[in-house]
Every structure is written in C-alpha cells, then in structure tokens.
C-alpha cells in the first residue's frame, strides 16, 4: 500500500474501487439473467440495482420469487441476508462518529462487503478518513453494480446459463480475494476458518437464510473473546490497543484518529 500522503483523494477512491468494479460487472450481468429467468421484469431488476444494492439480497430475491414464495417471506429473507451490514457498520463507527448524520447516511447507501472491506482495512493502516475518496469508491462502485445488473436483464434472454462463463464463482472469488489480505495475524485466521466451517455445518444441517448471519456473530464474539483472554482482564479495550500498535508500526504514517477527516 502506497504512502497516504503521496496519493491523491481522488486516484486513491478509483484504485479501490477498480478490483471491486471487475467482480460486480460480471456478478450483476449473472443477477440480471436470474432475475428475467424468473420473471421479474428488466426494469425492476434495475431498480433493484439502484435501490437495494446488495448482490446477495438481490439474489435472495430473485431465487424466492421465481420459486413462487411470498411477499413477506421474501421481505424477511433478504433481511435476514443483511442484518450483517449492521456489523460492518458498527465496525466503521469509531472512524465516522464524528461526520453528520447526512454525511454518515451517504456513506451507510454505499456499504457493501467489498467497499467496507477496503475502506475498514485503510483505516486501520493508519489512512486518514477522506470523505472524497469513501464516496468515489462507493459511487464507482454502485454504477459498475447498476450497468452489469441491467446488461444482464435486458440481454438475459441470449444466455442459457451463466455456469460455463464462471460467473457463479465470481462473487465467491471477490469475497476470497477480500479476506485474504484482512487476515494479519493467527487470530484473524482461525475466526475466519472458525467462521466458514460454522457457517458451512449450520447450512448443511438445515438451516436456511441465517447460517450466515449467525456464524458471523458467533464468529467476531470469538474473536473478541480471544483478544480479552489474550491481552487480560485489565485491559478495557482492546481495539484501541490494537489500533495504538497498528499505528506504532507505521509510524511513518499520519495517524487515523476518528476526528481527522479531510476532504
């Protein structure tokens, strides 16, 4: 990772979001062609697009539409699917605390795995919190995300199956390349092995919608009950000794309290 005070605002918001835009162009053409092979209209996948902006709740949908299920089931699943954005944005809330409301809620429509992901990691590298570069990548981002998804609506009905282009993996690889770099340490490794087997397991024994909320509950509590054990019982809070080490080692590196936000 280049030194923050040798990029741009600007050239840093596209470089985060360019890998992101190469996994949602082709994820959102695959949204595209499910969502017409199960009769939702072309306009409304778009919508979708523009209003949801969750892969995995517009996938949900599509899937349980087709299937016949209900409003109210469908209105829950995909709830469900999303209670994780909850963490994610709990996770970003020491750094934007101290923005407004309005500011905070822009950014909240642009959270996605893959903008938290870079975003949150960033942060903790010691980059200073730039309000042009967080709404660049999710703006970027969210468009690439729109043109793939109406690509594959309105041209659905010219491919069968999207499994020979391997664009059913491609999400699944844009969340592998994601988490690789996030894991520093030994710890960071076992809760996301811990995480992924839970999940795994708790699907293959019949659960639903929620194997992938509650294995990423249960998953970050171990974690954090790790680092208690780890660190002892005087320690209060353990996040703020970690992000203290973090800046330590880049010490080069202008420091990323909450309160220092640029534009």
């Known amino acids: 990772m280049s030194s923050p ?15 992101i835009v190469l996994g949602y162009v082709p994820v959102g053409f695959a949204f595209g062609v499910l969502a017409v092979k199960n009769n939702i209209p072309p306009s409304l996948a778009v919508a979708m697009a523009v209003l949801m902006f969750s892969g995995s709740g517009q996938f949900v949908f599509a899937s349980l539409w087709g299937a016949g299920a209900g409003i109210l089931s469908v209105i829950a699943a995909v709830f469900i699917v999303n209670l994780r954005y909850l963490l994610m944005s709990a ?30 990691t960033a942060l903790q590298h010691g980059w200073k919190l730039s309000l042009t570069t967080l709404y660049l990548c999710n703006s970027t981002t969210h468009l690439a995300w729109v043109i793939g998804c109406a690509v594959g609506a309105f041209c659905g009905e010219l491919v069968n199956d999207v499994r020979p282009l391997g664009l059913d993996y491609a999400l699944t690889a844009m969340f592998l390349a994601l988490l690789v770099p996030q894991c520093v340490s030994r710890l960071h490794v076992l809760v996301a092995l811990f995480t992924t087997a839970l999940s795994i397991a708790l699907k293959a024994a019949g659960m639903s919608q929620w194997n992938v909320a509650v294995a990423t509950i249960l998953g970050a509590s171990l974690g954090v009950l790790l680092l208690y054990a780890r660190r002892g019982p005087g320690l209060k809070n353990p996040g703020a000794e970690q992000n203290a080490g973090t800046q330590a080692e880049h010490s080069d590196k202008p420091s990323a309290q909450p309160s220092e936000v640029r534009p």
């Open 91 to 120: 996770a970003e809330s020491p750094w934007l605390a101290r923005l407004p409301r309005w500011q905070r809620f822009l950014l909240g429509l642009g959270l996605t795995d893959e903008t938290f992901a870079v975003h949150i």
């Open 5 to 19: 005070s040798t990029v741009s605002p600007v050239a840093e918001g596209l470089r985060r979001a360019l890998p």
